[in-house]
């Protein structure tokens, strides 16, 4: 089974810095990887993914994210915080889901990591 | 264009009652998803449908019973509810099995 790992449960940072929130995955094969954002009591939106192509992935709210293969990462970043991105952060990627009718797919997350941006 | 939406956003229910968790998309997507989250936990998944008409089993199915008669509903029952089944509950759709899913806003769930 696939899996990703989000080492860190909190990451405070303060406005204007650069963050970055930290995942690693274990896939067989090629890794498709999501980002996605969960504000209080909100479900949660979808911020980018990588499937294949260039390593630097752009997202929404000008978040990217770094894909590097021989590190096994997918972190999430942005170049300067805003105090309206302290969020919950959940990395995911694409699982192999067998079922009686055969093969499907699903979304596997990692723990979350709380993102607190301090003004 | 609504997205995906859930009812009730709170519910209070006693150990051993039933109830049903609404989920409608306006996306026309054939895949949704129904998860549990748990805090520290991330999401669990505990049924699928690729269609109406089709439903699976996802990780964490006991419990819980689902149903698809349409394309845009897929409620989610409880039946005989436990407290631990004390949880936030997301549905997700998806235009295309793999690609990003698209969330609800969640129903709070707490089993007394």
């Known amino acids: 089974a696939q899996s990703v790992a989000q080492p860190e449960d909190q990451v405070n940072v303060a406005e204007g810095n650069p963050l970055t929130v930290k995942c690693t995955y274990s896939?067989?094969?090629?890794?498709?990887l999501f980002w996605y954002v969960q504000y209080p009591n909100r479900g949660l939106q979808f911020l980018l993914k990588?499937?294949?192509?260039?390593?630097l992935v752009k997202g929404s709210y000008g978040f990217e994210a770094e894909f590097n293969k021989s590190q096994t990462s997918f972190h999430l970043k942005k170049p300067s915080a805003l105090v309206s991105d302290s969020a919950l952060y959940f990395c995911?990627?694409?699982?192999?889901?067998?079922?009686?009718?055969?093969?499907?797919?699903?979304?596997?997350f990692g723990k979350g990591t709380l993102l607190t941006v301090n003004p | 264009n609504a997205g995906v939406t859930q009812t009730p956003k709170f519910r209070i229910l006693k150990i051993g009652q039933s109830m049903t968790l609404q989920c409608t998309q306006d996306?026309?997507?054939?895949?949704m998803y129904w998860y549990r989250q748990d805090p520290g936990m991330g999401l669990k998944l505990i049924y699928y449908?690729?269609?109406?008409?089709?439903?699976d089993k996802g990780e964490v199915p006991n419990g819980y019973n689902v149903s698809r008669s349409t394309t845009e509903d897929f409620p989610l029952r409880l039946e005989l509810a436990a407290p631990s089944q004390t949880s936030v509950y997301f549905c997700?759709?998806?235009?295309?099995?793999?690609?990003?899913?698209?969330f609800g806003p969640g129903t709070r769930l707490t089993v007394t």
């Open positions: 449908s690729v269609g109406a008409g089709i439903t």
């Open positions: 995911a990627v694409r699982d192999i889901l067998y079922a009686s009718g055969g093969s499907n797919y699903k979304l596997t």
């Open positions: 896939v067989s094969g090629n890794p498709y």
């Open positions: 997700a759709s998806t235009e295309r099995r793999g690609n990003e899913q698209y």
């Open positions: 990588y499937i294949t192509g260039d390593n």
């Open positions: 996306m026309n997507h054939n895949y």
